[in-house]
Structure formats: structure tokens, C-alpha cells
């Protein structure tokens, strides 16, 4: 079983940056995936970064690369995404999601609530 509680969205202008956190808990075996996913008005869900929490690795969506930041403390159980140069497409709601590692990418299996992002 694995809870996640995503927190750090609110307003900020364009330019502006913020940082969230998803705040986990449950045994690591079911969360070595962790990721960032985002679902505005009218589109489709987005997935926005990813992180294999054993080896660190990461990736981004090509939306978001040398932009968007994601990280983690291990001792805190937490992932992070720092957010800078924000823009207004980027206004979303975003999700933190994890799950185990799969082929070719991972199952994510359990969801936050989310936090709201708007960039004006």
C-alpha cells in the first residue's frame, strides 16, 4: 500500500517558479517508480518527469527539459519538482503518481490528489 500527498502549487507570474513535493509512504519495492504527471482544461494528461528512486536516474518530457527539476530525499521520502521559467501553458493540475518498475517503462499504480498550478 503506498500514500502520496502532494503539496507547493499556487499562483505565480510567468517567469516565477515553485517547488513541489509528493510526500510518500509504503514500502519502496511498490514506488521505485515516482513521477510527475499534469492534466490542464481540455487536454490530455501529460506525463512531465520521472524518477527511478534505487538508481536516481531521471527523464522529461521535452515540454519541460531545462526547465523543470525533479529530484528526492531519500531520508525525507519525498520527491520533489523544482519548477523555474514558468510559463502559462504550463497551468495545471499536477499529480504525483507511483508504482514498480516495468517494460518498457513502469506501472504506475497509486496517485496524489494532486496540486493546482497557475501561471498568469
Known amino acids: 500500500h503506498v500514500q502520496l500527498v502532494e503539496s507547493g502549487g499556487g499562483s505565480v507570474q510567468a517567469g516565477g517558479s515553485l517547488r513541489l513535493s509528493c510526500a510518500a509512504s509504503?514500502?519502496?519495492?511498490?514506488?521505485?517508480?515516482m513521477a510527475w504527471f499534469r492534466q490542464a482544461p481540455g487536454k490530455e494528461r501529460e506525463g512531465v518527469a520521472r524518477?527511478?528512486?534505487?538508481?536516481?536516474?531521471?527523464y522529461y518530457a521535452d515540454s519541460v527539459k531545462g526547465r523543470f527539476t525533479i529530484s528526492q530525499d531519500n531520508a525525507k521520502n519525498t520527491v520533489y519538482l523544482q519548477m523555474n521559467s514558468l510559463q502559462p501553458e504550463d497551468s495545471a493540475m499536477y499529480y504525483c503518481?507511483?508504482?514498480?518498475?516495468?517494460?518498457?517503462?513502469?506501472?504506475?499504480?497509486?496517485w496524489g490528489r494532486g496540486t493546482q498550478v497557475t501561471v498568469s
Open positions: 503518481a507511483a508504482g514498480r518498475k516495468t517494460l518498457p517503462s513502469c506501472d504506475y499504480k497509486y
Open positions: 509504503g514500502y519502496t519495492y511498490n514506488r521505485n517508480c
Open positions: 524518477i527511478y528512486t534505487g538508481s536516481g536516474n531521471t
